[in-house]
């Protein structure tokens, strides 16, 4: 499974970006698709994820009701909606796909496969 990330860029804080995760490969091994984030210094981190087949989706308390996570099926392709940045979100973005248990949703070590990260910079 390969995994392409796009979308990333400088932002000024209050403002929005969207990114997208091109998914190709043996795509029908993954279920769930999810994103994380690294800041300088910093353990990467849960953002948000989506089973691709029921639509469930799970996001991290710091970034609920500000980001949206939705998928394409017929395109392969997940998207994050970032509204409402802060330069706390300022961090490269990796999307991600496994086949996670529901407990490990949230967890780095539940993917398998890892796309190369996008940059994203708030502003303040």
């Known amino acids: 499974v390969q995994l392409q990330a796009s979308g990333g860029g400088l932002v000024q804080a209050g403002g929005s970006l969207r990114l997208s995760c091109a998914t190709s490969g043996r795509t029908f091994s993954t279920s769930v698709m999810g994103w994380f984030r690294q800041a300088p210094e910093k353990e990467r981190e849960f953002v948000a994820a989506?089973?691709?087949?029921?639509?469930?989706?799970y996001y991290a308390d710091s970034v609920k009701g500000r980001f949206t996570i939705s998928r394409d099926n017929a395109k392969n392709t997940v998207f994050l909606q970032m509204n409402s940045l802060k330069p706390e979100d300022t961090a490269v973005y990796y999307c991600?796909?496994?086949?996670?248990?529901?407990?490990?949703?949230?967890?780095?070590?539940?993917?398998?496969?890892w796309g190369q990260g996008t940059l994203v910079t708030v502003s303040s």
């Open positions: 989506i089973n691709r087949g029921s639509g469930s989706t």
């Open positions: 991600a796909a496994g086949r996670p248990i529901l407990s490990n949703t949230k967890s780095a070590g539940g993917y398998a496969y």
